[in-house]
């Protein structure tokens, strides 16, 4: 079984490039606080690198 990963934001993109924002909306990150599921994958990891100063992440 595939490992999964708890990706929970935990600062606001509002002062960050559009890129990085638009990096949180494709997590599937709407709010402050909210926690999305993924699938750990090289894709998945290369876009909480990007975005890590704004995430908490903790595997599942």
Not at 23 to 38: I, M, N, P, Q, S
């Amino acid at each position: 079984m595939a490992k999964t990963l708890k990706i929970t934001l935990v600062k606001s993109p509002i002062g960050c490039q559009p890129k990085q924002r638009k990096t949180v909306e494709a997590l599937g990150l709407r709010k402050l606080h909210h926690t999305v599921e993924l699938v750990d994958s090289p894709a998945t990891r290369g876009a909480i690198k990007k975005v890590s100063h704004l995430l908490k992440v903790e595997e599942v």
